[in-house]
């Protein structure tokens, strides 16, 4: 099964992507997403001009060898945007592989380990009376563990808030709205932050009860002993998981925060290897990896990752926000279904624009989602609705402390 044929589509249905085409000599199409948010020219960039020549002729079935390849030989190791890149090749290679063999990838990975997978959406207002609205339309939509992210008073835009109601018809979505050639600035005060969540949450468990189960992003923003001081506070209120309190590349850090409270925790969206787990990992420090598949070299890495993690009894959380295309989620999928330390799967949703490029065979349905049966990963791509879309600047947000200071995320 030779590759013929590399190619890299950069396209912006709703947000951007960069999806790797590979086609093999007898015609097979496998798709890899290896979308960056905020960075993503400079994967279609790694791909086109420096992996694509690469790969033609050789054998598509030499997943691991063409991993370890890119990985070893490119000198460079590691890096959002070099692990972005091997990990598009490497889900197309196994799109084609379970193409090839008729089987829906999940079986290539050692079959079904569930019937379904269980996904948190994310829900989120700027008060108490639009927070619940949200609560209750993720509800309707048929999840049963929600992401609860709230305004804070004293701060005027926290990121991971939805800037209108979702009942004004717009959906709740990070930032492709703003997509400005530069990043908005948002404004953050962790104090106000601190004291103002517990009550969020007091409220929160007060309508919907205790079975309901609840999820926080911190998005990095704390200091040590403000994380642990938060995962104390919180503890009432039996979070499924405090996702990312700390800026995580300092891995020893969670030893603080884990002494110091029970409340699980999640970390690794922003990781793209083992070996950012390595402190977190060997001394039980998180309960959730959250690396996605995009981002940490594709399947044959988050395998070898996971497979770590749980002799360790760590679980998976896979990445699943909206700026992951839709054959990442359905690489996510397939994984999920397989692997024995499975924990929950973020899931978004995407837009109707993005649902006209790529076609998805997996279904969500009373809370858990499935990749489907079809032969792959289940996801085709439409160029001529690609082509509509072309790319456009976009970036995340940023944020200043009230003194001007350039903050964490
Ligand atoms: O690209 C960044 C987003 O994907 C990220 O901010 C989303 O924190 C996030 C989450 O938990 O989904
Ligand atoms: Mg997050």
Redo the contacts with the bound molecule.
Sequence with gaps: MKIATVDVVVCSPDRNFVTLRVTTEDGLVGLGDGTLNGRELAVASYLRDHVAPLLVGRDAHAVEDTWQFLYRSGYWRRGPVTMAAIAAVDVALWDLKAQAAGMPLYQLLGGASRTGIMAYGHASGRDTAELFDSIRQHLEAGYRSIRVQTSVPGINAVYGVAAQPSSEGKRYDYEPAQRTPLPAEEDWDTRAYLRHLPSVFEAVRGEFGPELPLLH?G?HRMTPIQAARLGKDLEPYDLFWL??CTPAENQEALRLVRAHTTTPLAIG?VFNTVWDYQTLIREQLIDYV?SAVTHTGGITAMRKLLDFAAQYQIKSGI?G?TDISPVGMAAALHLDLAIHNFGIQEYMRHGALTDEVFRQSFTFDDGYLHPGNEPGLGVTLDQAAADRFPYQPAYLPFNRLKDGTVHDW
């Design positions: 992003d998005h996702e990312d969206e959250r990445h926000p």
